[in-house]
């Protein structure tokens, strides 16, 4: 069966164009021209991104990483918005990339690195305030969704998900029960909260939408049952589906169950600790802007409380022992004692909670943690003549996210690492001007997905931070850079 493991796209993005990316010098832009869709083709236009784009290339020496940024930073905006109204209020549908449905964490994530930007852009503004409605409604039409369609009276057009044995409703493209993918809608919230204070798009319907989140997070406690979700899946892959369409047996400790990782994959045991841990910051988050924006004190004393009582439970069922003594976070555990120490690309990861904001960046246990993801620890760590990075179960042995090398980059306090996933991401693009899904680790050119806008929009964050805080390594040279 087909499922979105197999879309591979090999060879040229659609659109490709010959457009000025905003490189700096005549010679860089005809050493590498734009892989930009060409003006008139692309799919929203800002002028404050085209301005970021032009003043962080600027600050980059080495012309092929200026050409990477240039390329995937504003690959979200060329390629996958869809602007509409919707009763009168902006609408706003983005694709992943090469599957063309709307993945509530995928979407989130993709526009982020735009955030700062808003404040001076009012069609930034429409594009958040339409993609915030466009979460709230998605999650009123089915809270256990991950994926939507764009017509939210369609039925699902993914191949792989037509005979799921699921409930499957109108308008959702997949029904994998992800923690994250809500924790995502409500840090979309706060992201544009807190940077525009902008009330408009925080109606009642998003009031509704976030009392649902936490009913569904309540549910999925399992306190009085299983709950409503169930999920299975005819595939040869085993993470595709759950056992019995629960998952394996828990014994329940307050902490929530998920059904899937944000990899897409099944949880071997449902306490996901990171979506755990992300949930409790995001669910504060939420409370922020019910209290700040709508002055909804119940939702914010509810959503408060249940992220109390969600962290208290993973701190004290939410961690392990290495082999070698090393308390660290779990990956995930059951509760009967059982735990699994490793790490996925995918966010939220064990690697990424310092970059989430779930745990302080100079917590021992965090640090830990992440330094044994980082190693033979973690059966989905690989070291190939390509470099080194984690990969995940999705896309299989010896494949590495460039993803975990962005967060990696992102999470890390010294400039050698930081360097190093520069170099590494600098080389394994397979020449195409773009950050993929997944490069096996000896062979860049054997890549997954390369029109897959979470991962560019996450390398575009990666560059603007480094241009915010580091900008001396912006114009180090990389190519003695070993990796």
Known sequence: MTDRRTMMMQG??????????????AQSKAAFPSRRPASADRRFVSKAVEQEIARVS???????????????????????????????????FVITGDI???????????????LHLAPRDAKLRELFRGLIARHAHSVLIDPYANAFMEDPTARTSLSWAKEDVT???PGVAERKWEIDSLCYSMRLSHGYWTT??????FDAEWSQAMRAIVRTFREQQRKDGPGPYKFQRASRQPTETLLAGYGAPTRKNGMIHSGFRPSDDACQYLLFVPANLFAVTTLREMAQVANEARNDAALANDATALANEVAAAVAQHGTMRLADGSDVWAYEVDGYGNAIFMDDANV?????????????ASDARWQRTAKAAWSEA????????????????????????????????????????????????????????????????DDPA???????????????EFILHLAATRPKLLQAPLENVRV
């Open 12 to 25: 040229a993005l659609l659109g490709v164009g010959l457009a000025s990316g905003g490189l700096a010098g």
């Open 58 to 92: 600027r600050m980059i020496a080495d012309p092929e990483l200026a050409w990477l940024f240039a390329n995937a930073y504003p690959n979200t905006l060329d390629t996958t918005v869809r602007m509409g109204t919707v009763g009168g209020k902006p609408d706003s």
């Open 100 to 114: 063309p449905c709307l993945w509530l964490r995928d979407s989130a994530a993709q526009v982020k690195s735009y």
């Open 167 to 169: 409930e499957m409703k």
């Open 196 to 201: 525009t204070r902008d009330a408009t798009p």
């Open 348 to 360: 939220p990861s064990l690697s990424s909670l310092a970059w989430l904001g779930c745990v302080p």
């Open 378 to 441: 973690n059966p989905w760590f690989f070291k190939g003549r390509a470099g080194e990075g984690i990969g995940g179960p999705h896309q299989g042995m010896d494949y590495i996210w460039p993803m975990s090398l962005i967060v990696r980059g992102l999470s890390a306090t010294d400039d050698a690492t930081i360097l190093q996933c520069l170099a590494t991401l600098k080389r394994t693009h397979a020449g195409t001007g773009f950050i993929h899904e997944a490069f096996e680790k």
């Open 446 to 460: 054997k890549f997954s997905r390369d029109w897959f806008a979470w991962a560019n929009g996450l390398f575009g």
